[in-house]
């Protein structure tokens, strides 16, 4: 049964640069795209990118475009989501997820879930 666990958050300057890890267990990564969501205190989970299975295809929320990367190393059964720039409304806790939908950023449609990763951007 696949599993989760997300990595790498931490407290960093505005302007700083995190990368965050999704290492599965399981089963083989590269078999589901796989999106990363954050959550905010008092605000809706919000999709921020994701990574289709095959091609590699890549998505961004137009809030993150230019500032994040989201990359998989299937060697290593993992998703990597680099992010510079780091603002201090990108504050949230950050979720991986797995899916086998061709649609992005809606968490119905994921069947997997991390436990989560707080990232902290204050001075």
């Known amino acids: 049964q696949l599993q989760l666990v997300e990595s790498g958050g931490g407290l960093v300057q505005p302007g700083g640069s995190l990368r965050l890890s999704c290492a599965a267990s399981?089963?083989?990564?590269?078999?589901?795209?796989i999106g990363w969501f954050r959550q905010a205190p008092g605000k809706e989970r919000e999709g921020v990118s994701c990574?289709?299975?095959?091609?590699?295809?890549?998505n961004y929320a137009d809030s993150v475009q230019g500032r994040f990367i989201i990359s998989r190393d299937n060697a290593k059964n993992t998703v990597y989501l680099q992010m510079n720039s780091l603002r201090s409304e990108d504050t949230a806790v950050y979720y991986c997820?797995?899916?086998?939908?061709?649609?992005?950023?809606?968490?119905?449609?994921?069947?997997?879930w991390g436990q989560g990763t707080q990232v902290t951007v204050s001075s």
């Open positions: 997820a797995a899916t086998s939908s061709n649609v992005c950023y809606e968490p119905a449609v994921y069947f997997r």
């Open positions: 399981g089963a083989t990564l590269s078999y589901y795209r």
């Open positions: 990574i289709s299975s095959i091609l590699e295809s890549t």
